[in-house]
């Protein structure tokens, strides 16, 4: 299956090389069928740190599993004043 993979803030350097989907963080990645969010973190090797997770806008828990043509998007903790 392929998806949209958007990878924000400190996370952005983690992206895989390839096609360029909808901007610079973004990219399009083909996965195996029934793919969790948490795998899809593993594979890339993101930092064990806590993380936001969206797929097409939705908030969802690493346990989430993908399907084909969604975009997941992938924020670290953010803080502000």
Avoid: H
Avoid at 2 to 18: C, D, K, N, T, V
Avoid at 28 to 48: K, N, Q
């Amino acid at each position: 299956m392929r998806i949209e993979l958007a990878l924000f803030a400190s996370l952005e350097p983690y992206l895989p090389e390839g096609e360029s989907a909808s901007g610079r963080r973004t990219r399009m990645i083909d996965l195996p069928g029934g793919i969790t969010v948490g795998e899809v973190v593993a594979r890339l090797g993101l930092p064990d740190q806590p993380r936001v997770c969206f797929i097409d806008g939705r908030g969802v828990r690493e346990d989430a599993v993908l399907t084909d043509g969604v975009r997941l998007a992938i924020f670290p903790p953010v803080a502000g004043g």
